[in-house]
């Protein structure tokens, strides 16, 4: 018995311009697959109790018995909900004074190094408290559900405590996003030192963590974790049944790709100074290759090679990185139209890295990125003649409406 016949809310969205939605069923796609997309012009989506029960050509629409919604989408393209794998939108405060020194030529590492950068958020976040904190959070929820985003990550990493460590992830999961645990992402003032650092968090604060988070991240990197102990706490972590995950390559190639690979991480994220060789290892692997363009455009650091890791086979998928920091951006479409303009991403690879290859790296790629009959009914609306304005139409304000579960959550 279907959704629709069981009594589920139906939904027709009809007389779409386009339907996009990645091809194929499996997931990750990579090489040619990536770029491969399914278009349907003059096209509607059905959706029955919370999912896709149908995609077609207007034409061959039936005629649909029983109560049924209509959205019109005449002039609009429908898309999969966006995916977004990897910010840290669990923040409070922001960092605009930060941002004016960087434009005046400060340099994000030096400010970090001077307990500015992360260590700035981490007392604001501290400061603001559980509730303020999860009203942060939904405030910042509801910037990407505008921008398209139906199914986020986000990270904790700016409590460093105890505390604010276990209420970020709380936060998280009620907000209905995937947590990831982030303990290491920098040292907090208080630690003598970062060994010292890492043995309290892996006996005092990981266990717990564990029961909340899907995933563990770590970040390496000069200044903040070496090789060593990332092995340390992500071997820790996977013992307790988290993914792994890595900020790895984003100012220097300190070894997080080969850790990575090593310890078959889900993803390894950044990849700004990855050269060839992390790119063919990477080819060559199952881990997934996150890219944050938005990110490197807002330090003005170098793009990810992009175009060089699909040619050599590698996984890859799009992500924002939102945070108040190194990436004030909450938007997917502007990550799309980088990758397009700034990494020589097709408009298609775009469209799968940030829809099903980043609901893979959320180990939720069998019901989140494609408009596919069963698949969770989440469906973006974008304002244009040509689903392919996703990425084109830089910056611009392309998201018309976005549905979640079958229901339309925004309209503009
Ligand atoms: O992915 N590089 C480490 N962490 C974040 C930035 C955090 C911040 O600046 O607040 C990132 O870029
Ligand atoms: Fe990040």
């Known amino acids: 018995m279907t959704d629709a016949a069981a009594g589920g809310r139906r939904l027709l969205i009809r007389d779409l311009e386009q339907l996009a939605t990645p ?5 990750p796609l990579r090489g040619r697959d990536l770029g491969a997309v399914d278009v349907l012009d003059g096209a509607y989506v059905l959706c029955a109790g919370g999912r896709i029960e149908s995609v077609g050509r207007m034409r061959d629409l039936q005629a649909l018995a029983g109560e049924v919604e209509e959205l019109d989408g005449r002039g609009f393209c429908a898309i999969p909900g966006l995916v977004d794998c990897h910010t840290h939108a669990c923040f409070a405060g922001d960092r605009v004074e930060e941002f ?25 976040t501290r400061a603001a408290g ?18 398209g985003t139906t199914t986020f990550e986000a990270k904790s990493g700016y409590g460093l405590d105890r505390e604010t460590e276990l209420a970020s992830l709380r936060a998280i999961r ?10 290491a992402h ?7 030192s970062t060994d010292e650092y890492l043995d309290w968090l892996l006996a005092d604060v990981l266990p717990e963590a564990a029961e909340l988070a899907e995933a563990a991240d770590v970040f390496v990197e000069r200044g903040a974790f070496d090789v060593a102990q990332a092995r340390r706490y992500l071997g820790e972590a996977r013992r307790l049944g988290l993914a792994l995950r890595l900020h790895a390559d984003q100012f220097t190639e300190a070894g ?11 993803s390894v994220d950044h990849l700004e100074a990855t050269g060839d060789r992390g790119v063919r290892a990477l080819g060559q692997s199952d881990v997934t290759a996150v890219l944050l363009p938005a990110s490197a455009l807002f330090l003005g650091r170098p793009m990810p090679p992009a175009r060089q890791l699909v040619e050599a086979g590698a996984v890859v998928a799009l992500a924002t990185d939102f945070n108040p920091g190194s990436a004030f951006c909450e938007s997917l479409p502007l990550v799309a139209s980088l990758a397009c303009t700034q990494m020589h991403l097709a408009p298609a ?7 099903v290859n980043a609901a893979h790296v959320l180990a939720r790629a069998d019901r989140k990125g494609r408009l596919t009959p069963g698949y969770d009914a989440d469906v973006v609306l974008i304002d244009a003649p040509d689903w392919r304005y996703l990425a084109y139409h830089l910056a611009g304000d392309v998201v018309a409406a976005v549905i979640e579960d079958g229901e339309a959550v925004w309209r503009r």
């Open 23 to 27: 091809s194929g069923s499996g997931a």
């Open 100 to 124: 004016s020194l960087r434009a005046a030529g400060a340099g994000y590492e030096e400010l970090h190094a001077a307990g500015g950068g992360i260590l700035a958020t981490v007392r604001a």
């Open 130 to 147: 559980p509730e303020g904190l999860r009203a942060a959070l939904g405030r910042h929820r509801d910037w990407m559900l505008r921008a």
């Open 174 to 183: 009620d907000a209905g996003g995937a947590p990831t645990f982030l303990g």
């Open 186 to 192: 920098a040292v907090p003032p208080e630690a003598d």
């Open 256 to 266: 997080g790709v080969e850790l990575a690979i090593e310890l078959g991480a889900r």
């Open 349 to 355: 690879e775009t469209l799968a890295a940030c829809t």
